[in-house]
């Protein structure tokens, strides 16, 4: 089969077009005929070597998010049959195969059924986004119906989902954004209110939102600097969920405050095969709501092909997408 594989880790131009052998369904597994898959920012790192403790081995096949349909079931699987259309993020990782392939073997724990009203390519988008955000808002956050949530990073590949995810569940959800067209997207995902955090300090947008108590629920989404200002606009005995916290911070202001922080990392659970059946689990329950029509995927408008993997490498990098960059297999 072809592949798009890296043999080193480098940067976007790494990629080569490859026939590979196809591989061979195994118990427990299934074989995907794959349709399409999205870039993720883990995804960038994992090719350029900045995680080396969770890369596969070279030759690898990269990328975890798939959509595509069943070519064959292994041995005791019974939640899925050939012909079936499927969508998760399964594999990529260490021990794993990834989805940069004309056929994806992949654990059937990692997957679900494709959501009926979404495009192979929009589904493509969800896997990873979507069950970051769910562990985090419910499993880790215990998000409940009315409480106050603030998103950072509103079109974000996690964020703009969470904010669908929070309204959801009945969540007063507030949101912070770039710029004034991001701030228009948030509002049509459902955000209550979106803040344009250049032009609004966070002791200002929390005395405007909150009375000056903060908010109860922060989800930063971005990491680094931010972590610091998502500690200032929690309210006292808040929650603090974060999914990028490889950095060093001043936790005074936790303390001070009794804070909880809450770090998910999702693809654990794909490398710790003990752990993946979580993952299948939370995309059903993520499929309903979609095709309840309260969640739809933000994809950037401009799309690639499988053997222009390079290009969307380089274009979720430059920090331009809006939304998730996806990736049609026109093999």
Same mark, same amino acid.
């Given at each position: 089969?072809?592949?798009?594989?890296?043999?080193?880790?480098?940067?976007?131009?790494?990629?080569?077009?490859?026939? &590979?052998?196809?591989?061979?369904?195994?118990?427990?597994?299934?074989? &995907?005929?794959?349709?399409?898959?999205?870039?993720?920012? &883990?995804?960038?790192?994992?090719?350029?070597?900045?995680?080396?403790?969770?890369?596969?081995?070279?030759?690898?096949?990269?990328? %975890?998010?798939?959509?595509? *349909?069943?070519? /064959?079931? %292994?041995? $005791?699987? =019974?939640?899925?049959?050939? $012909?079936?259309?499927?969508? %998760?993020?399964?594999?990529?990782?260490?021990?794993?195969?990834?989805?940069?392939?004309? @056929?994806?073997?992949?654990?059937?724990?990692?997957?679900?059924?494709?959501?009926?009203?979404?495009?192979? /390519?929009?589904?493509?988008?969800?896997?990873?986004?979507?069950?970051?955000?769910? /562990?985090?808002?419910?499993?880790?956050?215990?998000?409940?119906? #009315?409480?106050?949530?603030?998103?950072?990073?509103?079109? #974000? #590949?996690?964020?703009?989902?969470? &904010?669908?995810?929070?309204?959801?569940?009945?969540?007063?959800?507030?949101? =912070?954004?770039?710029?004034?067209?991001?701030?228009?997207?948030?509002?049509?995902?459902?955000?209550?209110?979106?803040?344009?955090?250049?032009?609004?300090?966070?002791?200002?947008?929390?005395?405007?939102?909150?009375?000056?108590? #903060?908010?109860? *629920? *922060?989800?930063?989404?971005? %990491?680094?600097?931010?972590? !610091?200002?998502?500690?200032?606009?929690?309210?006292?005995?808040? =929650?603090?969920?974060?999914?990028?916290?490889?950095?060093?911070?001043?936790?005074?202001?936790?303390?001070?405050? $009794?804070?909880?922080?809450?770090?998910?990392?999702?693809?654990?659970?794909? *490398?710790?095969?003990?752990?993946?059946?979580?993952?299948?689990?939370?995309?059903?329950?993520?499929?309903?709501?979609?095709?309840?029509?309260?969640?739809?995927?933000?994809?950037?408008?401009?799309? @690639? =092909?499988?053997?222009?993997?390079?290009?969307?490498?380089?274009?979720?990098?430059? $920090?331009?997408?809006?939304?998730?960059?996806?990736?049609? !297999?026109?093999?």
């Amino acid at each position: 089969m072809k592949a798009q594989i890296i043999q080193s880790f480098g940067d976007p131009t790494i990629f080569e077009l490859k026939e &590979i052998s196809k591989p061979e369904v195994t118990p427990g597994h299934i074989l &995907i005929q794959v349709k399409a898959t999205s870039v993720n920012p &883990i995804d960038t790192k994992v090719r350029s070597g900045a995680v080396p403790a969770v890369s596969p081995e070279f030759p690898a096949v990269i990328q %975890g998010d798939v959509a595509g *349909i069943v070519a /064959e079931v %292994g041995e $005791g699987v =019974t939640r899925f049959q050939p $012909g079936d259309e499927v969508f %998760g993020c399964a594999g990529g990782f260490k021990g794993t195969g990834g989805a940069l392939a004309e @056929f994806m073997l992949a654990d059937a724990q990692l997957l679900a059924h494709k959501p009926k009203n979404l495009t192979m /390519e929009e589904a493509a988008a969800l896997p990873l986004v979507s069950i970051t955000a769910w /562990e985090a808002l419910f499993e880790r956050g215990n998000l409940k119906a #009315g409480q106050d949530i603030l998103v950072h990073a509103a079109t #974000g #590949g996690v964020g703009h989902v969470a &904010i669908q995810l929070a309204k959801w569940a009945g969540a007063n959800v507030y949101t =912070t954004a770039s710029s004034k067209e991001k701030q228009e997207i948030a509002k049509r995902l459902g955000a209550d209110e979106a803040i344009n955090y250049r032009e609004e300090a966070v002791q200002d947008y929390v005395q405007t939102y909150t009375n000056g108590k #903060g908010f109860e *629920i *922060i989800f930063d989404t971005v %990491g680094g600097e931010n972590l !610091n200002r998502s500690f200032e606009a929690a309210a006292m005995h808040g =929650t603090v969920l974060a999914i990028a916290a490889r950095s060093t911070h001043d936790l005074s202001l936790l303390h001070a405050k $009794g804070l909880s922080l809450h770090v998910t990392f999702m693809l654990l659970k794909i *490398i710790n095969a003990d752990e993946r059946k979580n993952h299948g689990e939370i995309l059903q329950k993520v499929a309903q709501v979609v095709e309840e029509g309260k969640l739809r995927p933000l994809v950037d408008s401009t799309h @690639f =092909t499988f053997d222009e993997v390079s290009k969307a490498h380089e274009y979720l990098e430059s $920090g331009k997408a809006l939304g998730k960059v996806v990736l049609n !297999n026109n093999w």
